[in-house]
């Protein structure tokens, strides 16, 4: 284990043991939206806060929030720290923890400066896969599907080699199969294109 992941691990087990403290009312007087303050540390607030490779919360549906926070209890979406976060989690906390993360803002737009010849890739890739007909078509998810706009590129990248090994599971196959076929060159584009979306035109 890197020293990096031992750290990781370090804050997961004290944010674990924060979260347990407040649901035995040692915070009582916390308001609800403080409960996510926590997760916030790994998480970050918006595009530019949170580390390369954890995702941003901002903007996703809460009945996917609640999927995955249920995979990560059941370890079935494997990831020492959120099953750290999540393995003392009742019913009624993955409840309340996703109905706050559907209540937070989409993430800002990156400014990360693009390539432009990767954008244009990326778009063509996920037209071609047809990615925007479960993501929607400005890719804002809903329901049990996820939030891709303006997601840290890292992660996106990650996650769709990840889905494509077959390392993560997701609640459905939809993602496997979305996947068959494409190349890993190809992945890296669609994560690129994801993540620095153009906005619409105001
Ligand atoms: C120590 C850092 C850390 C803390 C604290 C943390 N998380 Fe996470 N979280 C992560 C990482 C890393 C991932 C990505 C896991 C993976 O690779 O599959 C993640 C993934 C998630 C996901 C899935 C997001 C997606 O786009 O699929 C949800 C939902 C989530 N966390 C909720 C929470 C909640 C709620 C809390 C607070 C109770 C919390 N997290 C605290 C690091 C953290
Ligand atoms: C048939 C519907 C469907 C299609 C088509 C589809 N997806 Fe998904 N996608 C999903 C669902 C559902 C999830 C939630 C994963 C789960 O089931 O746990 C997801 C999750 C993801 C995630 C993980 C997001 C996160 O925050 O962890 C990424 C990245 C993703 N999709 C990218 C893509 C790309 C790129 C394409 C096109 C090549 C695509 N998807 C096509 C349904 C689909």
Do not use: W
């Not at 990781?8 to 007087?29: E, I």
């Not at 996920?126 to 998810?141: F, L, N, P």
């Not at 889905?163 to 196959?173: A, D, H, I, P, V």
Request: aromatic share 6%.
């Amino acid at each position: 284990m890197s020293c990096r992941q031992a750290g990781y691990l370090r804050a997961a087990a004290f944010v674990a043991a924060s979260l347990l403290a407040f649901q035995h009312g040692v915070h009582a007087a916390a308001g609800a939206e403080d409960r996510l303050a926590p997760c916030m540390v790994c998480h970050g607030e918006n595009a530019s806060s949170a580390e390369p490779d954890t995702p941003l919360l901002a903007g996703q549906p809460s009945f996917y929030a609640i999927t995955q926070l249920f995979l990560f209890r059941e370890g079935r979406r494997g990831s020492e720290v959120m099953t750290a976060m999540a393995k003392g989690m009742s019913d009624d906390d993955l409840r309340d923890f996703s109905d706050l993360i559907g209540k937070l803002a989409p993430p800002s737009r990156p400014v990360n400066p693009t390539n432009s010849l990767r954008m244009a890739t990326g778009a063509a890739l996920a037209q071609k896969h047809r990615c925007a007909s479960c993501h929607g078509a400005d890719y804002a998810g809903g329901k049990q599907v996820a939030r891709l706009a303006h997601q840290r590129e890292a992660y996106l990248s990650r996650v769709l080699v990840e889905f494509r090994s077959g390392k993560r599971l997701g609640y459905t196959s939809a993602m496997s199969e979305a996947l068959t076929g494409i190349s890993a060159e190809a992945l890296a584009d669609l994560a690129h294109y994801l993540a620095n979306l153009p906005t619409a035109a105001p």
